[in-house]
């Protein structure tokens, strides 16, 4: 309801001065006011009678943000002029705050970043290793206890088996040859550059073979299977876990390990052996071209002198190690993708998640095997 003007209380008085409304505000002007001033004064400021008012802040002994906030937006939204009178420094300097854009100095605050206590960041990372190592834990036991049967003939399922072989096979050797007959030329090229200084070029068959043979074409096979079927795996069973056929296969009686991960894993154990043969192939193709045509070592020269020097365990070795790796693969792809969540973004967070630690599962093996070959002299 509007006020009159001759209203008064302890905390305006109100005057007309022409078309003027002038306002002589006393007393604390602060959050503490009363709801029914807050309200009369909004009225007031809004009423259609006056073009002008005129805030007079002579007899105000306190004023804060919250008066000045509510002042400034009542008297906008009312779009008339207006003017403020014998304001106190305190007032004004309140006033300039809330008419610039930002307070710097509040715009600071709002777009630093929240300095966290480094113990309780400390111990958030150590609860989330734990929690994680946990969850390892737990699916590396259902893993174990699962994978123990995998050889009893009615948890080999054959067509699921052979539509992975494929994807992890029969469409990973082209890229898999490739990278490794570009990584023989480079080690070629290299390794001929070097021992040439030492008037010992033709030791590179021997060099070159052994360490294709035992750690680079099993290790680039590994990485090249790990990006591509890693983060596929982790896709996979992930969206099958938002769509919730997870939980549905569970409501039928189905084991999704049996399903899902046995499929996935035999698959790999039987194709990593294939892919790192065919990667030592191209490999040491690659080398034998840039022997070749740079050191003039013909390729029955290269091979005359390979089969006598390499010998066959280096082969073994390499293919040795690729079944470990296929489990790796499909065991870390196959965790990440049942610790998706129930939205769509998880998908790509533990797909990348899934791709470098099976990436960093296949190295930390190869160098754990590495280890065990050279005390044991093979």
């Known amino acids: 309801m509007p006020f009159s003007l001759k209203f008064k209380s302890k905390f305006f008085e109100c005057a007309q001065e022409g078309e003027a409304l002038k306002i002589n505000l006393k007393n604390d002007w602060n959050y503490k006011l009363p709801a029914k001033i807050w309200k009369a004064t909004q009225n007031l400021l809004s009423s259609n009678k006056f073009s002008k008012i005129v805030l007079n802040f002579k007899d105000v ?3 804060d943000y919250a008066a000045a906030l509510f002042l400034k937006n009542t008297l906008q939204n009312a779009r008339k002029s207006y003017e403020l009178i014998n304001l106190t420094p305190h007032a004004q300097k309140i ?26 960041q400390i111990g958030k990372n150590l609860t989330a290793f734990f929690a994680g190592f946990c969850a390892f834990l737990n699916f590396m036991g259902e893993f174990l206890v699962k994978f123990g049967k995998i050889f009893m003939l009615k948890n080999i399922r ?4 052979l539509a992975y072989f494929e994807d992890a096979g029969i469409k990973s050797v082209f890229i898999v040859c490739l990278t ?6 480079v080690l070629a090229y290299q390794g ?29 096979a590994a990485i090249i299977v790990a990006g591509r079927l890693a983060s596929s795996f982790t896709a996979q069973i992930g969206v099958m876990k938002i769509t919730e056929e997870i939980d549905a296969m569970k409501t039928m009686g189905f084991d999704p390990f049996k399903f899902l991960v046995l499929p996935r894993v035999i698959a790999l154990i039987v194709a990593m052996p294939l892919i790192v043969f065919l990667a030592d192939v191209s490999g040491i193709l690659g080398e034998m071209v840039v022997m070749e045509n740079y050191l ?10 390979f089969g006598q020097e390499v010998d066959i365990k280096h082969l073994y070795v390499g293919l040795f190690k690729a079944p470990f790796f296929g489990v790796v693969i499909a065991f870390i792809g196959c965790m990440r993708g049942f ?3 129930g939205n769509t973004q998880s998908v790509g967070t533990y797909t990348t998640v899934s791709v470098v630690n099976a990436i960093f599962g ?3 093996v190869d160098a754990l095997f590495s280890i065990i070959f050279t005390q044991l002299g093979i």
């Open 61 to 63: 002994k306190e004023f």
């Open 95 to 120: 006033f300039d705050s809330i008419n610039s854009e930002v307070n710097p100095k509040i715009k600071q605050i709002i777009n630093s970043k929240p300095r966290g206590n480094p113990l309780s």
């Open 158 to 161: 054959v067509k699921e088996i």
């Open 180 to 185: 490794s007959f570009l990584i023989g030329i």
């Open 192 to 220: 001929s550059s070097l021992l040439a200084s030492f008037g010992a070029t033709i030791i590179i068959v021997e060099m070159m073979g052994l360490l294709t043979l035992r750690e680079i074409a099993p290790l680039i």
């Open 296 to 305: 003039n070592i013909s390729f029955d020269s290269y091979l005359a002198r």
């Open 339 to 341: 610790q998706i969540g």
């Open 362 to 364: 296949v190295i930390m």
